[in-house]
């Protein structure tokens, strides 16, 4: 199932320059996104190649790994600077953790140091949340902040899929919750205990979502990431 975009001949990242941090993970396929809706895509390994892009994408992936290579390359500090200063961002998967400020359950390396985030968005984010590889599931979601992709049947839903994805156990003042996942779309729903779980939110130009949205077409996701660069949303 795949959602198009609202506007697939305005080509609106046109312009924009548009960084997929290319350390691991799954980089190749936002690319393809930011490029598709015109923008120019920059894969991101080098402190250098932060300069002169319009935002960022931080793909799924491991966020383990994720952390350790930003730091062997460089890129964890120009990174953190960056949020802090207003570059938007958005986190896919493993990007929402390492966008969060608190993760419940850091991964600790063989000191028992916990894993590091670059941080940006007042969220607590629990990771592998949905389970394992093997209770991966997709599901349609209501999602806010689309309403410039409605139709005369009003807003379609989001075609998610969750794979080891986080959720957000807690959101902080001035971020707005986008999408939640009910119980009985999880793919073993006796783990929620009942309780809707927060996949999407947003605060200023950071955006993340538990889900990825670049395996499955669905392409509003980076659409308002792009009008979120542009101020139109």
Same mark, same amino acid.
């Given at each position: 199932?795949?959602?198009?975009?609202?506007?697939?001949?305005?080509?609106? =990242?046109?312009?924009?320059? #548009?960084?997929?941090?290319?350390?691991?993970?799954?980089?190749?396929? !936002?690319?393809?996104?930011?490029?598709?809706?015109?923008?120019?895509?920059?894969?991101?390994?080098?402190?250098?190649?932060?300069?002169?892009?319009?935002? &960022?994408?931080?793909?799924?992936?491991? /966020?383990?790994?994720?952390?350790?290579?930003?730091?062997?390359?460089?890129?964890?500090?120009?990174?953190?600077?960056?949020?802090?200063? =207003?570059? %938007?961002?958005?986190?896919?998967?493993?990007?929402?953790?390492? &966008?969060?400020?608190? #993760?419940?359950?850091?991964?600790?390396?063989?000191?028992?140091?916990?894993?590091?985030?670059?941080?940006?968005?007042?969220?607590?984010?629990?990771?592998?949340?949905?389970?394992?590889?093997?209770?991966?599931?997709?599901?349609?979601?209501?999602?806010?902040?689309?309403?410039?992709?409605?139709?005369?049947?009003?807003?379609?839903? @989001? !075609?998610?899929?969750? #794979?080891?994805?986080?959720?957000?156990?807690?959101?902080?003042?001035?971020?707005?919750?986008?999408?939640?996942?009910?119980?009985?779309?999880?793919?073993?729903?006796?783990?929620?205990?009942?309780?809707?779980?927060?996949?999407?939110?947003? /605060?200023?130009?950071?955006?993340?979502?538990?889900? !990825? %949205?670049? @395996?499955?077409?669905?392409?509003?996701? !980076?659409?308002?990431? #792009?009008?979120?660069?542009? =101020?139109?949303?």
């Amino acid at each position: 199932m795949t959602n198009p975009s609202s506007t697939p001949e305005s080509r609106v =990242g046109s312009g924009l320059r #548009i960084g997929v941090l290319a350390l691991q993970g799954d980089f190749r396929e !936002h690319l393809h996104a930011v490029e598709d809706a015109g923008a120019t895509g920059v894969g991101v390994r080098r402190p250098a190649e932060l300069d002169g892009l319009d935002g &960022l994408i931080i793909p799924g992936g491991e /966020s383990t790994t994720i952390d350790k290579l930003s730091r062997a390359f460089g890129l964890r500090d120009p990174l953190r600077r960056g949020i802090r200063d =207003g570059l %938007p961002v958005y986190g896919s998967c493993a990007g929402m953790i390492l &966008l969060a400020d608190q #993760i419940t359950d850091p991964a600790r390396d063989l000191d028992g140091n916990p894993q590091q985030t670059f941080g940006g968005l007042d969220i607590t984010v629990r990771r592998n949340a949905f389970g394992r590889q093997r209770e991966s599931f997709e599901t349609d979601l209501d999602f806010k902040g689309l309403d410039f992709s409605a139709t005369g049947n009003g807003v379609a839903p @989001v !075609h998610a899929v969750f #794979i080891r994805g986080p959720w957000v156990e807690r959101v902080g003042d001035g971020v707005e919750v986008l999408a939640e996942v009910e119980p009985s779309k999880a793919s073993h729903p006796e783990a929620l205990a009942g309780t809707a779980r927060i996949v999407a939110v947003r /605060s200023g130009k950071l955006l993340a979502t538990s889900f !990825h %949205p670049e @395996v499955t077409g669905e392409k509003r996701v !980076h659409e308002l990431f #792009i009008r979120m660069i542009r =101020g139109e949303a």
